[in-house]
């Protein structure tokens, strides 16, 4: 596919300290691409965006502190980042071509972009794999948890295990995890509608509202996770 391009990407203008960010901190800028073997570099693809992850960790990379963290900050007037699955519409790279499904780890949040082929890798069909379990189960999401539980925790079948921040994209990874290993696994969460979807969905032995909860060694005793004096 060679030709022009009109292309939308996000572009952090300034940092959001606190709070949510907003237009004063994100703009949608819109450029054209010259797609054809004399723009586009050897080595590299032209990829069209299907679907992007939207992680917790990314508001983090807004601040412009650094405090610590494992990725750096975003830089100003660039493009934010985040992992991204996409079809490849053009290529100048012998071991990719066009229509392959790939994924990129740091994709910019455009519906276009230029990417050089060592940063991809590709998604093979799957009849029992989706493409978007690659963003999620099979993503930072479902890494983390399995980091957590099964590398770090490693929790036995007959153990209790209790999670905070349950209903999120980690947590509710962490908690299956744990039923598999056979845990008795109780949750917190912020609302009285995800402690249902905990019970129900998620098939977690118990969960609490922690806004509801105050004292969290009773809340932890009524789940029968503290043994009552």
């Known amino acids: 596919m060679a030709g022009m391009l009109e292309v939308k990407e996000w572009v952090l203008i300034s940092y959001a300290d606190e709070g949510l960010p907003t237009t004063d ?5 819109e450029r054209k691409l010259v797609v054809d073997d004399g723009s586009i570099p050897e080595g ?24 610590g963290l494992y990725v750096s900050q975003f830089e100003l007037n660039e493009v934010i980042e985040s992992f991204g699955i996409g079809r490849i519409i053009f290529s100048k790279a012998d071991s990719y071509q066009i229509g392959d499904i790939v994924i990129n780890p740091f994709s910019p949040v455009s519906d276009y972009c230029v990417i050089p082929v060592h940063g991809l890798r590709k998604i093979q069909a799957d009849a029992e794999i989706s493409h978007l379990d690659y963003l999620n189960a099979l993503g930072v999401p479902g890494f983390s948890a399995w980091v957590g539980m099964c590398i770090i925790g490693d929790p036995k079948p007959g153990d209790n295990v209790f999670i905070t921040a349950a209903a999120g994209g980690v947590g509710v990874f962490a908690g299956q995890l744990a039923k598999i290993k056979g845990c008795r696994v109780v949750g917190s969460t912020g609302t009285d509608e995800k402690v249902q979807l905990l019970k129900v969905e998620f098939k977690y032995d118990d969960a609490f509202n922690y806004k ?18």
Request: glycine letters at 4%.
């Open 25 to 29: 901190h994100l703009q949608l800028r």
């Open 44 to 67: 590299h693809v032209v990829v069209r965006l299907l679907w992007l992850s939207i992680d917790p960790y990314l508001r983090s990379r807004m601040t412009g502190r650094s405090d």
């Open 212 to 229: 509801k909860e105050p004292d969290l060694d009773a809340a932890l005793s009524k789940c029968g996770l503290i043994a009552k004096a």
